[in-house]
């Protein structure tokens, strides 16, 4: 048997059973529109702002009422389903969310609308672990490439959000919201498909592995996960830096009209899509450990120099930076799952909870920033957060790789 030195995540084993790329479209379309849902409803808070004459510390509070039950309930969530399999949380979470954008249709008082929002990020908290479990029981052994195809439905669906936002709820006011109930209706309808084969998973003889998983230090696991954290934390805000703020200082330091400026943040949500679409696979071939390096430190002579190039590079950078910024996530989520095996909802409520949670403290920190120093020092500031990334030559490797253990 070969002892070469093998990275977490690039591993020979091989689980028996072929990738189910019709579950993986499933979630990826459920992702789609589960997060276009919830990017829609961020995008509508100029409407909420005018209608309920509300302050800037009142939308901050409707924020903190999603993010409270996206961000926080989600490793919960997936700690107690990772000891109790709950196949129909998945169409019942979407529930929460169905019932939550009714609610926010029809709110006539502000009241209202924080407990609207609360129930939309409810049925988030419920969606992101248990689909990130189903994904990598669908995987056939491909748990990079399955984690990338989930992902990427979000990534498309936080994209679309704002244009349905400016060009369906903006102009027909806060009940045409109603609309995109629709959306998570047919949600519930594919999420109970989904539901379903999940179930039959459980029911199937667990196949046990030709090689025991060897388990890491509880120490170094720990140490890890805290690298993993920093990481996340270092992607996040930068990322969020770009998605809330680049049509501002574009029109900003180049006086250029907003069009033209959304056009940029078009091409930078292209490319994160990409990246996400494509980080995981390549980490299943090259190891997870090395996408992050390359994807986290790599971009950092890009977004070193981004804040001092013409209109042409600076396009150009944002495109290369997105892509790369984006292929770590699937990497760094397939790779904690394999990092504390048996905890697949667990690491993955933890990880996507973070990225709420990160990028809606980023977005808000970032604007008081912004707001006292100008949106070009926040640029120049956060144009070192990448630096972390050499954080990532931490991480652990295995000398005989880890074999991959059953995701049921």
Known sequence: MSTMPQEIGCTPFRPEGKTRFDVLGAISISHFLNDSIQSLMLAVYPLFRSQFHLSFAQIGLITLAYQLTASIIQPLVGRYTDRHPLPWSLPVGMLSTFFGLLL?????????????????GLGSS??????????????????????????????????????????????????SLSWFSLLALAAIVILSFVGRWYQHQHRLPKKIAANPRQSLPRGLVRRSMIILVTL???????????SSYLIFYLM???????????????????????????GGPIGDRIGRQRVIWVSLLGIAPFTLVLPYVGLLTS???????????????????VYAQELVPGRVGAISGLF????????????AVLGELADLWGIDTVYQICSFLPLLGLLAAFLPRHPQGLPQESAA
């Open 315 to 333: 396009a150009l950078l944002t495109i290369i930076i997105g892509f790369l910024l984006a292929s770590a996530f699937p990497a760094m989520v």
């Open 252 to 278: 900003h330091r180049f006086a250029i009209p907003v069009r033209e400026a959304q056009l940029h943040l078009f091409f930078f949500l292209g490319a994160v899509a990409a990246g996400t679409l494509l």
């Open 232 to 242: 996340m934390f270092s992607k996040f805000i930068y990322l969020t830096s770009i």
């Open 126 to 175: 419920v969606f992101h672990p248990e689909s990130s479990r189903v994904a990598r029981m669908a995987a056939g052994g491909r748990y990079g490439l399955a984690q990338s195809i989930f992902q990427v439905g979000g990534n498309l669906g936080t994209a679309v959000g704002p244009l349905l936002a400016a060009y369906l709820v903006m102009p027909h006011g806060q009940e």
């Open 104 to 120: 926010l249709s029809q709110a006539s008082d502000y009241g209202v609308l924080l407990l609207a929002a609360a129930m939309v």
């Open 352 to 363: 996507f909870g973070l990225a709420f949670g990160l990028g809606g403290i980023g977005a």
